[in-house]
């Protein structure tokens, strides 16, 4: 608990700040000091329950809402998060502790999905078929769900839940968003700009909390779909429970994302990538590499290269230009440390100890700078689990086929990179790899709006990836309307099965 008073961040709902009917709160601290910074409401089932039939009732007038409504609705939302973008990049700054370019970095790619949700009117458009039969037209449409929710997870704050609410309110559909309770703000900034944009009260909700408020969401009546976004176990149960309750889920796991680095590769590219996709945000990034896979001969030079540029990366408070900022919380620092004697003790080479690296800041800061390890076996915790910090590791293999199928092993399938300058060990690698999103010579291959996101294997349980056209589809229910504007020549019995003349 704190031991200064601090604010309390209540939920949203019904376009106003509510506290809500439990008293339960949680700590909210600055990860660059050590100090809490703020409280938390946490909800209980029947503060879920008031936010879903507020959402409930949003949806009767917003599903009825022209596409002309709800796109200038949505056009205002771009321009605002546009101007601001660096108002709320500070608030994820000062809870998550990514330094300010990265916080920017993830609020510009949730904004391209708010530009792509812009363009819902051609989105949704449906097909039509004069004349199937005759005098018989058949056209389809997409209509919304009702409420959905959205569960997301600390590490993006903003660009993760923006992979699901612009799609889903454009869509017609009303949202619960249950933001991580470890940097919460950035949820209810983002609601405030709904409601400066001329969304209708209860369109956009945030419920704050942490299990009580999942298991309420999952198991309610009112609620007709789920995304989520976490770690892998979280992801299944939320799946699990969730499709048991007759919902519609998408649920994105964890990850431990591979670099392989072919024999030919430019290895100064390379190691440039492999630090900047292993450390960037701390590691703490669902597409972050946590592995990189030297094959043959190249491995003593790509170590040499990454510990080289490791020693010039400056930690520090993500207000101050550092390279990398602070881990989220305490506990979640000390846990990443906890691997670092984990590998020691399982033989791994500890090549660069994150421990000894300085930083810039508050020692009551949960700081760990840059740590690689070298001869990695797969058997080792280093390499099984995901560690969602900054913490890199080499596995050596002998050859293309050994690297593909230390990959395809893994039950993980999120992201994987291959750096090579061979056209053809690239393309036969996208094709035999057994992961959703794939970068050549890209590190962290996030696809752009009009693409979709999603992983395979314990990286998504469901069948829709997010955002895209995959998003539109997992917003919305097909209907097809088989029509015939009657002619008095098909009057007349036949209770035989339709068919087509
Ligand atoms: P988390 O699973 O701890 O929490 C995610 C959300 O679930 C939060 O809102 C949290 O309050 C809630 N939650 C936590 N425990 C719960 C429980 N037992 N029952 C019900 N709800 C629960 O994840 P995190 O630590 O916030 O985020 C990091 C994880 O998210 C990493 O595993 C990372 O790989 C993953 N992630 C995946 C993607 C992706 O696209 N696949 C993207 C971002 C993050």
Redesign the pocket.
Do not use: H, Q
């Given at each position: 608990m704190t031991d200064h008073d601090v604010s309390l961040l209540n939920h949203w709902i019904d376009g106003k700040a509510v506290e809500g009917l439990s008293e339960r709160r949680g700590d909210v601290s600055d990860p660059a000091t050590g100090e809490v910074t703020r409280q938390v409401a946490f909800a209980s089932a029947a503060d879920v329950d008031v936010s879903v039939s507020v959402a409930s009732n949003a949806f009767v007038a917003w599903r009825a809402a022209s596409l002309a409504e709800r796109t200038k609705v949505l056009f205002r939302f771009r321009e605002l998060l546009n101007q601001r973008a660096e108002d709320l990049a500070a608030i994820i700054t000062a809870e998550h502790g990514k330094v300010l370019s990265d916080a920017l970095g993830e609020v510009r790619r949730g904004l391209e999905v708010v530009e792509f949700a812009c363009g819902i009117p051609h989105l949704l458009k449906g097909a039509f078929s004069e004349a199937v039969s005759t005098q018989v037209d058949v056209y389809s449409i997409r209509q919304p769900l009702g409420v959905v929710a959205v569960?997301?997870?600390?590490?993006?704050p903003a660009m993760?839940p923006c992979w699901f609410f612009p799609l889903a309110i454009a869509a017609g559909n009303t949202v619960i968003l249950?933001?991580?309770?470890?940097d919460p703000s950035a949820a209810n900034w983002m609601a405030e700009l709904w409601a400066e944009s001329g969304l209708p009260a209860g369109v956009f909700n945030v419920v704050h909390g942490?299990?009580v408020a999942?298991?309420r969401l999952l198991e309610h009546a009112g609620v007709k779909a789920v995304s989520f976004?976490?770690?892998?176990p979280?992801a299944r149960?939320?799946y699990e429970t969730a499709t048991r309750f007759g919902k519609r889920v998408q649920a994105?796991?964890?990850?431990k994302n591979h670099m392989v680095v072919l024999p030919d590769a430019d290895l100064d590219l390379a190691a440039d990538s492999a630090v900047n996709a292993g450390f960037g945000s701390a590691g703490e990034r669902?597409m972050a590499i946590s592995v990189v896979v030297a094959v043959g001969p190249i491995a003593d030079d790509l170590v040499a290269k990454i510990a080289d540029r490791i020693a010039g990366l400056t930690v520090g408070d993500g207000r101050g230009g550092a390279d990398m900022g602070p881990l989220v919380t305490r506990a979640h620092r000390d846990k990443v440390v906890s691997y670092l004697d984990a590998g020691v003790n399982a033989g791994a080479k500890l090549v660069v100890d994150g421990r000894d690296h300085p930083f810039h800041g508050n020692p009551a800061g949960f700081w760990l700078g840059p740590t690689l390890f070298d001869a990695v076996d797969p058997e080792m915790a280093l390499y099984t689990d995901?560690i969602?910090g900054p913490v890199l590791s080499v596995v050596r293999v002998a050859s293309y086929d050994d690297a593909l199928a230390l990959v395809n092993a893994n039950p993980y399938g999120?992201g994987v990179a291959i750096f090579t300058n061979d056209g053809g060990a690239a393309r036969r690698f996208h094709s035999e790899v057994e992961v959703g999103m794939i970068g050549i010579n890209v590190p962290i291959p996030v696809p752009v709006a009009f693409y979709s996101?999603g992983?395979w294997k314990n990286?998504?349980f469901g069948d829709a990836h997010a955002y895209g056209t995959e998003g539109v589809q997992f917003f919305t229910r097909a209907k097809v309307v088989t029509s015939r504007w009657l002619d008095p020549s098909h009057a007349g019995l036949n209770l035989g099965f339709p068919q087509t003349t």
């Open positions: 569960i997301s997870p600390f590490n993006f993760v249950k933001p991580s309770e470890k942490d299990k999942v298991d976004v976490g770690s892998t979280v149960y939320v994105l796991g964890g990850a669902c995901e969602f999120n996101f992983g990286s998504l």
